[in-house]
């Protein structure tokens, strides 16, 4: 997949130090610039030390500017227009829709950006290895965790999810070292999903993080993280668009787990369509 490296530096506008979102705004404003430049030349425009412009490129996924300069130069040189757009008032039905669409075909492209393969890894692994596994989320994230469940079921492992932020913490509480608690949070500060995730550790469980935000709470203090991306519109929220790519990431562990423990699998799958087939009699 193509690197969208504007995107991933607009989709990660929040998460920057008050530096970085200077050298945000400055390349967003002046890429055509940025490909001709030196890493000092920029640093002096910004008044930043060079190494400042080079820790951002590592913070956006990048080994170094001249790394950057590669990846921007080969964007802005090929005719692909940018999707990203505000949802107007004055649009209308279908507009809004394909808006919709692209937004959320934009978040899915830079989370998969972001996705480290290794931390991926780990977190199959630890999902593979679990003899229970729960997830918790407070919010909209609570619909993410129901749904990781109806997946889990299929691939024969016992997985659990509770709406209510007390029942979470209460089998928080029971976890042992032969659980996995999943944690999904867009911000990461949640402070009733951080107690979770305390509590959790606490007991022994290992923790994966499923957020929005790499130097977050949650993402600091589990033992595997991963990462979503997603912009904000008027009309839109951040945490709302990031849903997306939450349910792809579960999508994708999911899938995974399914093949690293087929066997079992199969036979959780032949269980729930007979059941399903029964009650359709």
Do not use: W
């Amino acid at each position: 997949m193509a690197q969208n490296m504007l995107g991933k530096i607009r989709s990660y506008q929040t998460r920057f130090s008050e530096k970085e979102k200077k050298i945000a705004g400055y390349i967003l404003e002046n890429p055509e610039k940025i490909i001709h430049s030196t890493i000092s030349e920029v640093a002096d425009d910004l008044h930043v030390a060079e190494a400042t412009v080079f820790r951002f490129c590592k913070h956006i996924g990048y080994k170094g500017y001249q790394a950057m300069k590669i990846a921007l130069a080969s964007e802005i040189m090929t005719p692909a227009q940018q999707v990203y757009e505000e949802i107007n008032e004055s649009d209308d039905e279908k507009t809004i829709a394909e808006k919709i669409f692209k937004s959320n075909i934009r978040t899915l492209e830079n989370t998969y950006q972001l996705l480290d393969g290794e931390a991926f890894r780990k977190a199959v692994e630890l999902l593979s290895q679990a003899k229970n596994i729960y997830f918790y989320g407070i919010g909209g994230s609570s619909v993410i965790a129901m749904d990781a469940v109806h997946k889990f079921y299929r691939c024969g492992k016992q997985a659990f999810a509770f709406t209510d932020a007390h029942f979470q913490l209460m089998s928080a509480s029971q976890l042992d070292k032969n659980d996995v608690a999943v944690i999904l949070s867009h911000s990461g500060t949640n402070r009733d999903t951080l107690r979770i995730l305390k509590t959790a550790s606490d007991n022994g469980a290992r923790t994966i993080g499923i957020t929005g935000f790499p130097k977050s709470p949650i993402s600091q203090n589990v033992d595997v993280a991963l990462h979503t991306s997603s912009e904000e519109t008027e009309y839109r929220s951040e945490a709302l668009a990031s849903r997306i790519g939450q349910l792809s990431l579960i999508d994708a562990l999911y899938v995974n787990v399914l093949i690293a423990n087929k066997d079992i699998a199969k036979q959780s799958l032949e269980k729930i369509r007979q059941a399903i087939s029964e009650t359709r009699l």
